[in-house]
């Protein structure tokens, strides 16, 4: 890591506007998750013990940037709208509405202030007067958390005069949302950029979740197995494509497996297949042979005669070899052979990452082959255990064995970047060492 950290700035009586990922799982107004902010307090500490005057922003959901005169729809509104079942103008009313309430990280203050022994104020705006107010009446020692970032479409816009005013409320910037460290966006990474504020160092969990991930890529202890899974190949084409080259075994399942195994010239009957990557998947096939690596595909897969709806709802369920899924049966979860022999291969390894489900795990009779991934990993005695994040994060924390776990990932879309081999914007832009 050649980033310079807190660790490496005076702080003492400056203003730290510190990026944080507060963008917590809710549920009618209360966290149900706290992963997030536990993750970034000793950050946020450690500037309060130094003497700083602490600004924290973050972003919470996907709002329709409410604040602004400009609003963004997303492609599900859009759809919305071109299918003519709404209009454009009844969508933004109802988020004007609505979201105030729904987005707000008035619970996050709320949560944080009770963690930081009521140091904590909370600014209802984001660069209007109250975080203006909020700001200038904080003391050495005490915190400001702004309202959500993404009220004003500003932020994603890496907006000039957004950036000005953010950059306003600080003397030295500190990165510590790592997961959005791969976003470029007004405060992960444009405030730096544009050159507003010269003091950019990044937090503890950043730090943290670098040295434990890109360590592991760069310097594995081997065997080094990376286990892939989720829906669609297309989605990690480079990942797979990295790790190859970087691991000794690299497992695929999920979804993602039976356009490998169409590519092998199995039948797939209707499970997912994405038929423009099959000689994407052979040249994959192909080069795991030319390098000598090993590369794991099911040999057994659960199926169904449909997709369950909703999808937790109990579905017939049968085991059949993945090279030869029946016409009308679609492939859902690894079977049981292909547990075992995954979960072997985990346990025998020294490093291993692993990103995306074995299996539609949303339903329970179809999560077995997560299940078992999950655990596998918490067995491996010995090695360093790393999960980017995401669903397989959330099944990890969910069964039990996160402290059995070296390294969960806060950072599903970080760490496939981390995993692909990219520069994630939001720690390029910091001061080097
Ligand atoms: P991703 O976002 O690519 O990590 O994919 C996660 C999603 O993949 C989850 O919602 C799973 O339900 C889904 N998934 C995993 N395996 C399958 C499968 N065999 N068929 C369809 N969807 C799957």
Redesign the pocket.
Known sequence: MNKKTVRDVDVKGKRVLVRCDFNVPMKDGVITDENRIIGALPTIKYLMEQGAKVVLCSHMGKPHSIFSAEVKLNKKDKKKVESGETTAEAIIEKAKKDEPKKLTLAPVAKRLNELLDGKVAFATDVVGNDAAAKVAACKNGECVLLENLRFHWEEEGKELEFCKKLASYCDVYVNDAFGTAHRSHASTAAIVEYGLVKTAVCGFLIEKELSVMADSLEHPVRPFVAIL????VA??LNVISNLLEKCDTLII??????TFIKAQGGTVGT??VDDEKIDYCKDMIKKAKDMGKELLLPVDTVVTKA?PDP?DAPVEIKTVESKAIPDDC????IGEKTRKLFADKVKSAKTVIW?????????PM?AKGTIAVAEALAEAKGATTIVGG???AAACTQLGFADKITHISTG?GASLELFEGKVLPGIACLNDK
């Open positions: 899974g989720g829906a669609k989605d990690k399942g999920g979804g993602m497996s039976y499970s997912l997709f999808i679609m492939g859902m979860d990103n995306g489900p074995m299996g539609v795990f949303e339903n179809l995401g669903d397989s599903g």
